[in-house]
């Protein structure tokens, strides 16, 4: 079962739409006991990273997605589902992530378009 995670912060209908078109069938699911019973997550978000991660724990979610990850099944996370896999934001003065992934996420620098819309170049810097 591929889990769309709903707490509250994400752009649910975009992203199940997406996995359609790609002939998954996405589940949208905010349990924290059925998500452990999930063969793949996709923690989508928007908004805030403080208020989605009060989010995550006052429903439980947190904890379910650290054991989920800790299981070895494959979360993908989108936009600030992605970010709050992270250890830290630096968003709202400075929010604790979920801490899956080490490092911080920082704000873009002054001057810079934000949003970014468009296309870039991508290059690879070193093999996996």
Known sequence: MLV?????????????RALEVGGARPVVLGDPEALLRADALVFPGVGAAGSAMGRLREGGLDEAIREFYRSGRPILGVCLGLQLLFDLSEEDGGTPGLGLIPGRVRRFP???KVPHMGWNQVRRRKDH
């Not at 769309?4 to 199940?16: H, I, M, Q, T």
Request: charged fraction near 20%; glycine fraction near 18%; hydrophobic fraction near 45%.
């Open 4 to 16: 769309v995670l709903d707490y509250g912060a994400g752009n649910l209908r975009s992203v199940v």
């Open 110 to 112: 002054d001057g810079l």
